[in-house]
């Protein structure tokens, strides 16, 4: 009785060090999403809210599988990046990053 407990326990150790090695990385990565402004996450929902008014209107097959994708996709973007979305960087910085963005 006394070796199937230790048997038992030692088992036990070993899926708790899986379950440690499984979650660790997925706990990181689910923290390190960089988040977005708070006018970017508005701008996302604000395309989800035309994208779910579309879908209330009449479609072709080929158009609701496609706005159901951008839907569920928008929906996993504004999850990962919008859950404390940071303040906007007052207008002079704006101005300052378009300016070191390359021109197309």
């Known amino acids: 009785m006394l070796r199937f407990e230790r048997v038992r326990g030692q088992w036990v150790d070993e ?3 899986w379950l440690i090695l499984i979650l660790t990385p997925v706990a990181f990565a689910v923290t390190a999403a960089p988040q977005f402004s708070q006018s970017e996450c508005q701008k996302l929902n604000d395309e989800r809210r035309e994208v779910r008014k579309q879908l209330r209107q009449p479609y072709t097959k080929e158009q609701g599988a496609a706005l159901r994708a951008k ?3 928008l929906l996993r973007v504004l999850t990962l990046h ?3 979305p940071v303040n906007d960087p007052p207008a002079l910085v704006k101005r300052y990053q378009q300016a070191l963005q390359p021109l197309p």
Request: aromatic share 0%; glycine share 0%; hydrophobic share 10%.
């Open 15 to 17: 899926m708790q060090r």
């Open 71 to 73: 839907e569920k996709d």
């Open 82 to 84: 919008c859950k404390q």
